[in-house]
């Protein structure tokens, strides 16, 4: 089967609740004509759109989708960072629980916004990838549960929460010729959780991941809307976005040839060095219409994370109706 391509846009500290519903609004209209033109044939199978407001327009937003329900399978929200602590004295952070109230299927983390300014250390970043692993293997045996019950609908959380788990290098690395050992480092560091070295790995560990591999929420319901676009979310799902530091917001995106060669660096190194069945691999770093076609010509890149582009609705659906075109 053809991989979902991920769109997603990252509207870091920009745009009030208001100002995201606007948006939002003039987002769907486009998506409704370019719908009813039937351009795609598969429109809706063929990519994921998915919104990361601030935090504090993070309602809005599911309050819009939620009133545009033809597209609740196509447009998702992430929340643009979660903590690793379920509640508690934790000033200023935000839980999965609170994310996923206004049914967030994404989280990113480790972006290297918060690496470099928060100084968010790898450690901590683990922490947030491991907590987001335990809440959806949680969420497995709820589900599991519901079923040996035979309840029409599991009662517990809605659904899965994906991590979106961003690593590159600075340029100082990627002149150094050593951005591949960097990212690869990234990667071990963050997902120490998950079972490494399939070799080495114990046989447990593979078949916790593959129970949570099979498992989809499918008798997932949302509080409040008696629905969720969760139904296709696997929930041992990791989605890898490579964003090369020195190519985000500089208006200088990386070549793409440059860009498959470690976009199909991080697909051998997770096969070959982990048990993570489904993965995505995305592209960020000064993403634009212009670049867009090429990008996703790439055997490896299964979609992008745009900042500064996705800031206009117009400019974002172009994005958008071109990623899906390919
Ligand atoms: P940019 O940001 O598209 O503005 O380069 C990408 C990101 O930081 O995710």
Redesign the pocket.
Known sequence: MKKKKIVAA?F?MNKTHVEVREYLKSFFKKLKEFSRTGETHDFNDNAEIVFAPSFTALNEAYNIIEENPEFRNIVKLASQNVYCESSGAYTGEISIDMIKAFNCSYAIIG???RRWIFNESEELIAKKISAILNYNKKIETDIRNARDNNAEKHSGKSAAILPIL?VGENLEIRKSGKAFDFVAAQLDSALNCYTKDLNGGTAQNKDNFRSIKTAKSINSNHEGSGNTNAADIDIGKLVI?Y?PIW????GA?MEPEDGEKMHKFIYEYLTDNYCIENFSVIY????TEKNINVLMEKDHIDGV??????LDPQSFFNIYSFAVSK
Do not use: D, M, R
């Open positions: 990252n870091k972006h290297s916004e961003c976005a964003e190519a985000i917001g500089t995106p960020g770093g000064s993403v994370l745009v900042g500064g582009a996705s």
